[in-house]
């Protein structure tokens, strides 16, 4: 079935950094896309980036280029997301996700902002 653990998470001021992973099991990560979502209270949950499946291309929203980093590490069956300049508005619940396979969500990795 597989199952994702997202972790890394915490309260951090406005321009810190944290550095979020995600462990997989269950399923080959190696032949997946991988993505990294976030829901903010009251919001609906977005796409914040993609990695293909060797980490040779990848995507980023908007509000988030140039301040976030996805990366994955197949050996280890694990995602990443560095993420800096961090803002008020990156609070949320961040989620990891297989691209093509049905999958429950992770517990999720709570990330605050906030001075």
């Known amino acids: 079935q597989g199952q994702l653990v997202e972790s890394g998470g915490g309260l951090v001021q406005p321009g810190g950094s944290l550095r979020l992973s995600c462990t997989a099991s269950g399923f080959t990560f190696s032949s997946y896309a991988m993505r990294w979502y976030r829901q903010a209270p009251g919001k609906e949950r977005e796409l914040v980036a993609q990695?293909?499946?060797?980490?040779?291309?990848?995507y980023y929203t908007g509000s988030v280029k140039g301040r976030f980093t996805i990366s994955r590490d197949n050996a280890k069956n694990t995602l990443y997301l560095q993420m800096n300049s961090l803002k008020p508005e990156d609070t949320a619940v961040y989620y990891c996700?297989?691209?093509?396979?049905?999958?429950?969500w992770g517990q999720g990795t709570q990330v605050t902002v906030s001075s």
């Open positions: 990695i293909a499946p060797r980490g040779d291309d990848s």
């Open positions: 996700k297989p691209v093509g396979r049905l999958l429950d």
